[in-house]
């Protein structure tokens, strides 16, 4: 049984963390790297039993280094990548672990005929302690469950190949393409809106001169209250980084395109822009730091117009 990686940024890495022999196959990296046990070209990824997808799927029309987009105006995810990377793949299976709008393995499952399974991923970058009750933010072998998303002989089969990595101390919860997509999506906008929430309530708790800290940790005594995503950071408010931004976008598009507006979502991007003090033309993220989430930096409007900002870290930054 052999498996390739397509993609080693974040989330590849952590595959193979699953997969130690698995073929890499990414054109940005050193495949001599000393981590790297082989060098993989196309064919060599085709030779294999398994590719897993772990590209990136960035907002289009949205720079990704830069978030303050107007308030009304919600992107979608670009699928373009995946999608080149599906056009080429002759693996007898295939799993996207790139997060993808509902629909989209369905749409290439059809247009190149080829078995398609998705499985939302739950590493992430928050950057903070992890207690291991939680998804591990790095380590996927050390989730307690994994999603498949497909036809029930595709699902079946992936089933099979990641018992035998993962063990059978995990749970393994089956279910159609589009139910996988929307999971994924639920789950990141589920976040995003605790994070939201904790905001609003840390300035209604300063309206009134009151500590937030203290007002959180109380209503935290009720077992019925989650402690994850409610803490609020000083000079770093609201969600951001690669992927809550994203997907909240993604969704909301998706939804309006089925004739559904998600208004409750989008107000959870609204909340957070005014949060971020991203309604003010002069704030963007700095480009460099943006995929860290690191620094907020100030953007004079002149400069804005030649795609200049200042950051503490960086200086001078184009975006
Ligand atoms: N980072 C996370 O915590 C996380 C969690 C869950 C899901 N995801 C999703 O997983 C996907 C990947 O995220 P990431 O954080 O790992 O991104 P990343 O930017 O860290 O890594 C993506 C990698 O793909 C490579 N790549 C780009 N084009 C390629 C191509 N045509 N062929 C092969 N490789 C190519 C890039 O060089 C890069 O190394 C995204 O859809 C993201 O939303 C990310």
């Not at 099979?160 to 089956?174: E, H, L, N, S, T």
């Not at 999506?185 to 995003?192: L, Q, R, V, Y």
């Not at 019925?224 to 909301?252: Q, W, Y």
Request: one cysteine or more; glycine letters at 8%.
């Amino acid at each position: 049984m052999q498996t390739a990686i397509v993609g080693y940024g974040y989330v590849g890495k952590g595959m193979r963390k699953i997969f130690p022999g698995a073929f890499v196959y990414d054109p940005k990296i050193n495949c001599n790297a000393k981590n790297m046990q082989k060098k993989a070209a196309k064919e060599a990824v085709n030779a294999c039993d398994l590719a897993i997808i772990c590209v990136p799927t960035p907002p289009i029309g949205m720079n990704e280094q830069k978030i303050n987009v107007d308030c009304n105006t919600f992107l979608r995810a670009d699928t373009s990548v995946v999608e080149e990377v599906i056009s080429w793949l002759k693996t007898p299976l295939i799993l996207v672990k790139s997060t993808i709008p509902p629909g989209t393995t369905d749409r290439l499952k059809q247009k190149y005929g080829k078995r398609i399974c998705f499985s939302p991923e739950y590493m992430g970058e928050g950057g903070y302690y992890t207690p291991p009750q939680y998804p591990s933010p790095t380590d996927p072998m050390r989730h307690g469950w994994m999603i498949i998303g497909g036809d029930p002989k595709d699902c079946d089969d992936m089933y099979d190949i990641f018992i035998q990595r993962m063990g059978p101390a995990k749970v393994y919860f089956k279910c159609s393409a589009i139910e996988a997509e929307l999971i994924k999506h639920m789950e990141n906008t589920w976040i995003a809106m605790k994070v939201t929430f904790a905001n609003e309530w840390k300035n209604i708790c300063d309206s009134f001169g009151a500590s937030y800290n203290t007002v959180r940790e109380g209503w935290l005594l009720d077992p019925r209250v989650e402690r994850m995503h409610t803490a609020v950071f000083r000079n770093k408010p609201g969600f951001g980084g690669k992927c809550l931004p994203k997907d909240l976008h993604s969704i909301i598009t998706a939804s309006g395109k089925q004739g559904y507006e998600a208004d409750m979502l989008k107000s959870i991007w609204q909340a957070n822009q005014k949060f971020r003090g991203a309604d003010d033309p002069g704030t963007v993220l700095c480009p460099k730091c943006f995929p860290h989430d690191k620094t907020i930096v100030t953007c004079p409007e002149e400069e804005a117009n030649n795609g200049y900002a200042y950051c503490e870290i960086h200086g001078k930054v184009s975006w």
